[in-house]
């Protein structure tokens, strides 16, 4: 500490050996302590391993009526290759998270220790996935449901899927690895849910269809498979809170609302693909036809040969004028045409 000759309160001086050392201890204390640290920080880098180890599967004790993944591979040696290869495999057979996971093979398909001792004769407690005679969907869904049974799976039960009967396996693969993420039985999304919607796949080769094949979105964008509070699985409540998701300039509120956009986006867009402009569902202006019949305002020709007749229906789009047909906000916009 120093005293200004022009201020009458003393100054703290930033030289380093100006601040005395508490207790006297001076820089050897830092030293010791930081030796400290490194120390504790080796014996835990070295502990680590050692823990690890004691968690291997050979740690956990085998319960009764289990084989052990051993008697499994003596037979079945591709498959348990194939599988080890696969994230669920490395995590089974070589780093368990709990006993459950350390029965290797007989994590999903029960115990075996009946079937290894027949010889492969007798089925005993196992669950089978595929094969001639696989077991009930209800069986192998339970397996799986043991552990993936929260967040997106957690409206199963009861949902268009599982009510009819369709099981985890028919959409996943444990055995090898077929795509990049979530153990799929097919390279994408799009070819796994393609199995069985064989007519949804193809509408996305059409004309107007949304943007599955460049990757930009894919069938879980707007479903739930596992399970939905909302109709045909959607992953909100309505098929146009869904839409809005994307296309929020839609949503409104509009001063003046067009009913059909309201009520649901389906009524004029086919959301898979369609070969009419915009995905919509028929050509226009026969899809203004559908709701507007003819008033004071032409929609059909009543006289083919007068131009001013014809004009509202040949090569024609009611949306030439009427292009808020979303909704409008203009004061003077209730047939959106501002």
Same mark, same amino acid.
């Given at each position: 500490?120093?005293?200004?000759?022009?201020?009458?309160?003393?100054?703290?001086? &930033?030289?380093?050996?100006?601040?005395?050392?508490?207790?006297?201890?001076?820089?050897?204390?830092?030293?010791?302590?930081?030796?400290?640290?490194?120390?504790? *920080?080796?014996?835990?880098?070295?502990? *680590?391993?050692?823990?690890?180890?004691?968690?291997?599967?050979?740690?956990?004790?085998?319960?009764? @009526?289990?084989? @052990?993944?051993?008697?499994?591979?003596?037979?079945?040696?591709?498959?348990? *290759?194939?599988?080890?290869?696969?994230?669920?495999?490395?995590?089974?057979?070589?780093?368990?998270?709990?006993?459950?996971?350390?029965?290797?093979?007989?994590? #999903?398909?029960?115990?075996?220790? !009946?079937?290894?001792?027949?010889? @492969?004769?007798?089925?005993? @407690?196992?669950?089978?996935?595929?094969?001639?005679?696989?077991?009930?969907?209800?069986?192998?869904?339970?397996?799986?449901?043991?552990?993936?049974?929260?967040?997106?799976?957690?409206?199963?039960?009861?949902?268009?899927?599982?009510?009819?009967?369709?099981?985890?396996?028919?959409?996943?693969?444990?055995? =090898?690895?077929?795509?990049?993420?979530?153990?799929?039985?097919?390279?994408?999304?799009?070819?796994?849910?393609? !199995?069985? =919607?064989?007519?949804?796949?193809?509408? +996305?080769?059409?004309?107007?269809?949304?943007?599955?094949?460049?990757?930009?979105?894919?069938?879980?964008?707007?479903?739930?498979?596992?399970?939905?509070?909302?109709?045909? +699985?959607?992953?909100?409540?309505?098929?146009?809170?869904? #839409?809005?998701?994307?296309?929020?300039?839609?949503?409104?509120?509009?001063?003046?609302?067009?009913?059909?956009?309201?009520?649901?986006?389906?009524? #004029?867009?086919?959301?898979?693909?369609?070969?009419?402009?915009?995905?919509?569902?028929?050509?226009?202006?026969?899809? #203004? !036809?559908?709701?507007?019949?003819?008033?004071?305002?032409?929609?059909?020709?009543?006289?083919?040969?007068?131009?001013?007749?014809? !004009?509202?229906?040949?090569?024609?789009?009611? &949306?030439?004028?009427?292009?808020?047909?979303?909704? &409008?906000?203009?004061?003077?916009?209730?047939?959106?045409?501002?």
């Amino acid at each position: 500490m120093v005293r200004s000759p022009f201020l009458s309160t003393p100054i703290l001086s &930033s030289h380093p050996t100006a601040a005395p050392h508490r207790g006297g201890r001076g820089p050897e204390m830092s030293h010791h302590r930081f030796a400290r640290w490194l120390a504790i *920080a080796f014996a835990l880098a070295v502990a *680590a391993p050692a823990a690890h180890a004691q968690q291997s599967p050979a740690a956990h004790p085998t319960p009764a @009526g289990y084989a @052990g993944s051993a008697s499994c591979t003596d037979c079945h040696a591709k498959e348990a *290759a194939q599988f080890g290869a696969t994230s669920k495999g490395q995590l089974f057979l070589n780093h368990p998270r709990n006993t459950h996971e350390a029965l290797g093979c007989e994590t #999903c398909h029960g115990p075996a220790k !009946q079937h290894a001792e027949s010889g @492969g004769d007798e089925r005993g @407690g196992l669950i089978t996935f595929n094969g001639k005679h696989p077991s009930s969907v209800a069986d192998r869904n339970a397996t799986c449901l043991q552990c993936h049974e929260k967040t997106a799976r957690m409206l199963w039960k009861g949902s268009a899927h599982e009510s009819h009967d369709v099981a985890c396996s028919d959409c996943h693969t444990m055995m =090898h690895t077929e795509s990049e993420r979530s153990s799929l039985k097919k390279p994408s999304v799009t070819e796994t849910c393609g !199995q069985c =919607h064989q007519r949804e796949k193809a509408k +996305l080769t059409q004309f107007a269809h949304m943007p599955l094949g460049q990757s930009k979105m894919e069938c879980t964008s707007c479903h739930n498979p596992h399970g939905s509070t909302g109709p045909s +699985l959607l992953v909100a409540s309505s098929i146009n809170e869904v #839409c809005y998701a994307c296309h929020a300039d839609k949503r409104g509120p509009y001063l003046w609302e067009h009913e059909p956009v309201v009520e649901n986006c389906a009524n #004029c867009h086919d959301p898979h693909g369609s070969n009419h402009d915009k995905m919509l569902i028929m050509s226009r202006p026969r899809l #203004c !036809q559908q709701c507007h019949a003819g008033t004071g305002h032409p929609i059909q020709p009543r006289n083919p040969s007068t131009p001013a007749d014809f !004009q509202f229906v040949f090569n024609r789009q009611c &949306s030439n004028c009427h292009f808020n047909i979303h909704g &409008s906000n203009h004061p003077s916009g209730k047939a959106f045409t501002r």
